[in-house]
């Protein structure tokens, strides 16, 4: 089992400029969510998808959206970047309920993007 | 909104000796808490996972309790060694997970 992979692992862009980053889940899960961690500190929640459509959001904007697809893979996109979109992007997964699973979340390695 | 607040921020002891951390949360509506380990750079990996009704859950040299009520757990880490260097992270799951800053921790050989 590969575990919760991202792609790509750095990515450098300039303001203004739209990415789109990827998630590969755990095998067996399907509940695919995204957290942004800034430099120092505690990863904030993105928003979750399960079941292809997106659950629950956190305090982000519309600049950020996502995708999950039938595999249960997932994009998250961000237009209209600024500087302090310049952060490590980690995608975790969890088995079927999300909302209130009781098992482990598993964290991907991260995307780290630098914004210029 | 969930707050998660972390102490001590930083943490420095010698090898072997016991860690102590600290966490703390202000709505008690949980269905579990996680504590996460994190290396410079990396991602996070999952040490201990506390069901809302459990008190407390071990693994090897690792135990955490969690006290709902009054918004606290505490990981407890026995016989610190150099390779324990790491930041610290708990999460509490309220639907989805909210984080505090961590704790850095550094154990001198």
């Known amino acids: ?116 | 909104k969930q707050e998660v607040t972390q102490i001590p921020a930083a943490l420095s002891v010698p090898e072997g000796e016991n860690l102590v951390l600290n966490c703390s949360f202000t709505d008690s509506a949980i269905y579990n808490l996680q504590w996460f380990r994190q290396d410079p750079g990396k991602g996070l990996t999952s040490l201990l996972l506390i069901q809302s009704s459990q008190r407390e859950q071990t693994s090897g040299r690792l135990n955490a309790s969690l006290d709902k009520s009054s918004g606290r757990s505490t990981l407890y880490i026995a016989a610190s060694q150099p390779g324990d260097s790491a930041t610290y992270l708990c999460a509490v799951n309220d639907y989805k997970l909210s984080f505090g800053a961590g704790t850095t921790v550094t154990v001198r050989a």
């Open chain 1, 1 to 116: 089992d590969a575990g919760v992979t991202q792609s790509p692992t750095h990515l450098i862009k300039t303001r203004g400029q739209q990415v789109t980053l990827r998630c590969s889940p755990k095998s067996g899960h399907d509940t695919v969510s995204w957290y942004q961690q800034a430099l120092g500190q505690g990863p904030q929640f993105i928003f979750q998808y399960y079941e292809e459509e997106e659950r629950q959001r956190g305090n982000f904007p519309d600049r950020f959206s996502g995708h999950q697809f039938p595999n249960y893979s997932s994009e998250l996109n961000v237009n209209a970047l600024l500087l302090g979109d310049s952060a490590l992007y980690l995608c975790a997964s969890s088995p079927s309920g999300g909302v209130s699973v009781v098992g482990t979340q598993y964290f991907g390695p991260g995307t780290r993007l630098l914004v210029l």
